[in-house]
């Protein structure tokens, strides 16, 4: 089991920046791979990053490379995504997964955080 824990998440203004946070804990050692995805209102769960902290490998969305960077040390630490330049397009609940590959695949992430919103104002 991993269970998975985000923060960060609050209301602000387009152009400004957000850092969330996913903590996780449990058997992660089993899931290397964290993931960070979106859902606005009436719209499917998107990927948006991801890392995989036993090799480094990043994944980003198009819609927010350049934008976002997505961040972790080991399976112990903080998964981080620091989010700059937001757009009232990121408005969303943002949830951090763990998936034993690399994917940007939904099904591929069987764990899941709580989620936290994110709103941008133009």
């Known amino acids: 089991q991993v269970q998975l824990v985000e923060s960060g998440g609050g209301l602000v203004q387009a152009g400004d920046s957000l850092r969330l946070s996913c903590a996780a804990s449990?058997?992660?050692?089993?899931?290397?791979?964290m993931g960070w995805f979106r859902q606005g209102p009436g719209k499917e769960r998107a990927f948006v990053a991801a890392i995989n902290w036993s090799n480094g490998y990043t994944d980003y969305a198009d819609s927010v490379k350049g934008r976002f960077t997505i961040s972790g040390e080991n399976a112990r630490e903080p998964v981080y995504l620091q989010m700059n330049s937001l757009k009232p397009e990121d408005t969303a609940v943002y949830y951090c997964?763990?998936?034993?590959?690399?994917?940007?695949?939904?099904?591929?992430?069987?764990?899941w955080g709580q989620g936290t919103q994110v709103t941008v104002s133009s």
């Open positions: 997964a763990a998936a034993p590959r690399n994917s940007q695949v939904v099904r591929t992430y069987d764990y």
């Open positions: 449990g058997r992660t050692f089993t899931r290397p791979v």
